[in-house]
């Protein structure tokens, strides 16, 4: 490793950390495309795809081939430059948000230290929302630009209720952030290593910060689940309601950049709700060196399935939310409710700092 | 390091002439989200982390989602030429830049580039903006926050429809 | 480093385009995008001076300029919502005299 300079290692690293967690995370996307359609399937008592390899489980791949394969139509008034920069926003924005996501402890090799991250900025959390409010745009124009009733409806629509609901979402994680006491995520997800001790007694409870922030979690998860436009609050892109949203008019490779882009920000939220409130990849470790260093991910990748799999079993189980509840339950009750828990948890946090 | 600073400084430029000179509103709302995240970049590069990121979540995130938001309700469309006196125009942009020019002269003078010493490390952690906001500036963080209900109820009070 | 001089030259220029396009555009929102170009340009100086002073109080200050920016915002475009809901035309032109 003595023919590379210092920084060029140091940007060699992140360019094939970059590759490996962009492929990672684009078969995981197209594989839950696969998860959603074989579990809303079997709860509906039916089997899904099964004909496309075993199990069904090739029919990502040909999903694949027939959106490159379609045709691509454009409406004639469309706002050509809006109508093409949309979808490639969405899902720009989709895989950038990954860049600041921990997935495991670092290792040694060579006498260089390698983390499981893209780059730890101090200001991990902020940027990941900062990243989801750049992410109204993409909608916003999907709907103006297709230049048509429904699409306009549901682009506004669907951008009102993700910015109702960020502020829900910032506001559930302040309870975490006066904790864990800082704002990167790595140093959120170390602060929950080890067991819970009360009163110098070991309860075998891990560290994890669900079990002092149960209403953080209830509040962040519900917001996560409305800024990603899942049921049940999918109102603005509902088949029955509003022909297709603000993708109605869109077809082929954009109309899977748009669901491409939808899985992302599942991804992503379940990755946050993780890192803030399960303990990231803290779980049981034995073996040797090398098992040590994948034992992490494979605990954080287990927990990531979890919240993915509850995404999606709330898919197939609940109603919809009618527009008018939408917006009166994130303002009226979820705004509220998260303001509160801040408010307890600072008294909290304050009284046995200071005794 | 430093090279990024004049890319997007030149982003930044290029974006607000942008902003000034395209004649559908949508763009021009496009173009102002370019400059607010290129300066957000340029805040970054002078050490202010957390205003950086604030920058973005509040202003580009929040601000100009109401502005797009108002753009596609009214349905503003391209802008006609005016057909006032065009003396506005050929004797508006030498003063424009005779204004520029100025300016930059007074800066110049001020701060030659040349006599700059090195910047004192800052410590820009949200950590200490938070020590400075709860503390020396509570007043004005209380006044703000009242601010802000003021504006929610006129704005509300205002765009509401008469029934 | 950057020297100050350079900050300031971006600061300038952003608030002279944006003072331009204030004079100059017809229609309001794009008037009212220009009144934010030139409040950013501002805030450039700001985190400028801070940085080479070495004081904090430059960042705060720049916080409070976004959200009285934000409060701006919402209560100039109900203004602008209300203007158009009367008089049904968002160039300034028209928008000329207070009598209906």
Redesign the interface.
């Known amino acids: 490793m003595a023919i590379f300079s210092d920084t060029g290692l140091l940007l060699l690293i992140t360019l094939i950390k970059i590759a490996v967690v962009v492929v990672v995370l684009l078969t995981t996307i197209a594989y839950l495309t696969w998860l959603e359609r074989k579990v809303v399937a079997h709860i509906q008592a039916r089997w899904g795809p099964y004909l496309v390899g075993p199990h069904g489980l090739l029919q990502p791949i040909a999903d694949g081939a027939k959106a490159f394969l379609k045709e691509d139509i454009v409406p004639l008034e469309a706002d050509k430059v809006l109508y093409w920069l949309a979808p490639f926003l969405g899902f720009t924005l989709a895989l950038l948000s990954i860049a600041v996501i921990p997935f495991g402890e670092s290792f040694t090799i060579y006498g260089h230290t390698i983390s499981f991250q893209i780059t730890d900025l101090n200001v991990g959390l902020l940027f990941v929302f900062a990243v989801t409010s750049l992410g109204v745009y993409s909608i916003a124009l999907a709907g103006w630009s297709s230049n048509s009733k429904y699409p306009l409806l549901g682009g506004l629509r669907s951008s009102a209720q993700m910015i109702s609901y960020e502020l829900s979402l910032g506001l559930a994680v302040v309870g975490v952030l006066m904790i864990a006491g800082t704002l990167s995520l790595r140093g959120i997800v170390n602060s929950q290593a080890g067991f819970w001790h009360v009163g110098g007694i070991n309860t075998f409870l891990p560290h994890w910060n669900i079990f002092v922030q149960p209403v953080g979690f209830l509040v962040y998860f519900t917001a996560a689940i409305a800024e990603t436009n899942r049921i049940p609050f999918d109102l603005p892109e509902g088949e029955n309601e509003l022909v297709g949203g603000f993708h109605t008019e869109y077809s082929s490779m954009k109309f899977a950049m748009f669901f491409m882009s939808e899985y992302g920000n599942m991804v992503t939220v379940s990755c946050l709700a993780t890192i803030l409130f399960f303990g990231g990849w803290h779980g049981p470790l034995f073996g040797p060196y090398a098992l040590r260093v994948i034992l992490p991910l494979f605990w954080f990748c287990a927990k990531l399935f979890c919240f993915l799999f509850f995404y999606i079993w709330m898919r197939g189980t609940l109603p919809r939310f009618r527009y008018d509840q939408l917006m009166a339950f994130g303002w009226k009750f979820l705004l509220p409710v998260g303001v509160l828990n801040i408010l307890v948890t600072s008294f909290v946090v304050a009284w046995i700092s200071s005794s | 390091m430093v090279v990024l600073f004049y890319i997007f400084a030149a982003l930044a430029v290029i974006a607000a002439l942008s902003v000034v000179a395209q004649r559908t509103p949508v763009y021009s709302a496009l173009s102002l989200i370019v400059v607010l995240c290129s300066l957000a970049v340029v805040y970054l590069l002078l050490g202010a982390e957390f205003i950086a990121v604030i920058q973005v979540i509040v202003y580009a995130g929040a601000i100009m989602v109401l502005f797009v938001f108002v753009i596609m309700l009214l349905n503003a469309g391209r802008e006609v030429p005016s057909h006032r006196s065009r003396m506005a125009r050929w004797l508006g942009a030498p003063l424009v830049a005779a204004f520029l020019v100025e300016i930059l002269l007074a800066v110049w003078q001020q701060f030659p580039a040349g006599s700059t010493r090195p910047a004192s490390s800052l410590d820009a952690a949200p950590a200490a903006i938070g020590h400075l906001l709860f503390r020396n500036y509570v007043l004005p963080f209380e006044v703000t926050s009242i601010l802000v209900l003021v504006a929610i109820l006129g704005a509300v009070v205002l765009a509401k429809k008469e029934f | ?10 600061s ?10 204030f ?5 309001i ?2 008037v ?3 009144i ?2 030139m409040l ?1 340009a501002v ?2 100086a700001f ?2 001076f ?5 004081n ?2 430059g ?2 200050f ?3 300029v ?10 100039g ?6 203007l ?1 809901r009367n008089r049904n035309t ?2 300034i ?1 028209d928008l000329d005299s207070m009598k209906m």
Request: charged share 10%.
């Open positions: 480093m950057v020297p100050l001089a350079h900050v300031l030259a971006l300038a220029t952003l608030f002279v385009i944006g003072a331009a396009g004079v100059f555009r017809k229609n929102i794009t009212f995008m220009c934010e170009l950013n805030n450039l985190i400028g801070s940085r080479y002073l070495g904090l109080d960042q705060l720049v916080f409070f976004i959200v009285v920016a934000a409060a701006e915002a919402t209560v475009l109900a203004i602008i919502i209300a158009y968002l160039n032109e």
